[in-house]
């Protein structure tokens, strides 16, 4: 008999242990996060993954925010009021040159490998007497805020044409605000990624340069990242997240049309314009390369005055 209870206590004991690991498995009690990203096609695999339950799998719910650009979410993550941002390369490595207390946890969007899967453009309107990248020189040309990703590509491409980037006067105009600066000459071009970028060429507007793809092949355009401190003191949480986002990362690469409907939930764009886009490429793998290029290139064009350690930058798994 005593035989028999000791058996009958160590399955106890045994479902008990596997409870717990289930619990731990799926990231135990629910956590919410806010996660600050910008209404583009690049944060489609986020949207997704809350769809598809990849982040409700994990124990964490998740709450976005819009901004204009990633250097407008920098502030919100370093004090607090977002536990996640979305943000380009470039603001990410200006932030840490500052030694901003923020880190990469996680792969965002990468650019195609050539024009014809790029999903980026400088924009021209219709009639414009713009025709190659050095008519740019002495004019106005939109990003969605200034001195980060965008401004970086755009010069480097310049510059690859033997066009004066230093002549050229950036403003900044809300991607969803693009094609109408055009339309109403309020800019000469536009630095548009999609589904801007094929709203606009479908309105008439020609593209003269796909920049993200020039840079680099596959060229890592922004990240998710969080603060030191958030990350310090919830790295399990942290560590979810990431699983989520990498399954979501997956996912939205194999599954087109899905990703189409997504993007279309979170921005005013028409079907037609969804249907038609190039979409970006999504991987997990962060191409670090692609990140020290643009660590260079931020030194090379004055928006840093000492370059950030990429091991400091990026979170070590």
């Given at each position: 008999?005593?035989?028999?209870?000791?058996?009958?206590?160590?399955?106890?004991?045994?479902?008990?242990?596997?409870g717990c690991g289930d619990d731990d498995d799926t990231g135990g009690e629910q956590v919410t996060l806010?996660?600050?990203?910008?209404?583009?096609?690049?944060?489609?695999p986020l949207y997704l993954g809350i769809d598809k339950g990849f982040f409700e799998d994990e124990g964490l719910k998740i709450e976005t925010r819009l901004a204009e650009g990633g250097a407008a979410i920098i502030p919100s993550v370093v004090n607090g009021d977002y536990q996640i941002g979305f943000s380009n390369t470039t603001s990410l490595i200006i932030a840490g040159s500052k030694d901003l207390p923020i880190q990469i946890i996680s792969q965002g969007v990468q650019a195609g490998t050539g024009p014809d899967d790029a999903w980026d453009g400088v924009l021209v309107p219709a009639g414009s007497d713009i025709k190659e990248l050095k008519d740019l020189e002495g004019r106005t040309v939109a990003v969605n805020t200034l001195n980060n990703v965008s401004q970086v590509v755009v010069n480097?491409?310049?510059k690859e044409a033997g066009a004066d980037y230093e002549k050229v006067n950036y403003v900044e105009v809300p991607f969803p605000d693009m094609n109408a600066a055009l339309e109403s000459k309020r800019v000469d071009a536009a630095f548009e990624v999609e589904p801007g970028y094929t709203g606009g060429l479908q309105a008439?507007?020609?593209?003269?340069?796909n920049a993200y793809e020039e840079m680099a092949p596959n060229y890592?355009?922004?990240?998710?990242?969080?603060?030191?401190?958030?990350?310090?003191?919830?790295?399990?949480?942290?560590?979810?997240?990431?699983?989520?986002?990498?399954?979501?990362?997956?996912?939205?690469?194999?599954?087109?049309?899905?990703?189409?409907?997504?993007?279309?939930?979170?921005?005013?764009?028409?079907k037609e314009v969804l249907d038609e886009m190039n979409l970006p490429v999504w991987k997990p793998d962060l191409n670090e390369d692609t990140i020290e290029l643009?660590?260079?290139?931020?030194?090379?064009?004055?928006?840093?005055?000492?370059?950030?350690?990429?091991?400091?930058?990026?979170?070590?798994?």
């Open positions: 008999m005593r035989n028999v209870r000791l058996v009958a206590a160590a399955l106890v004991l045994a479902t008990v242990l596997v806010t996660v600050g990203v910008i209404p583009i096609a690049d944060v489609a480097t491409a310049l008439g507007s020609t593209s003269i340069s890592t355009v922004a990240t998710y990242f969080a603060s030191e401190q958030y990350i310090g003191e919830n790295r399990d949480v942290v560590d979810r997240f990431v699983r989520a986002m990498e399954k979501s990362l997956e996912y939205a690469s194999a599954h087109d049309d899905e990703v189409r409907a997504i993007v279309g939930t979170y921005t005013k764009i028409p643009t660590i260079d290139a931020a030194d090379e064009y004055g928006f840093i005055e000492e370059k950030p350690s990429l091991d400091d930058l990026i979170l070590e798994t």
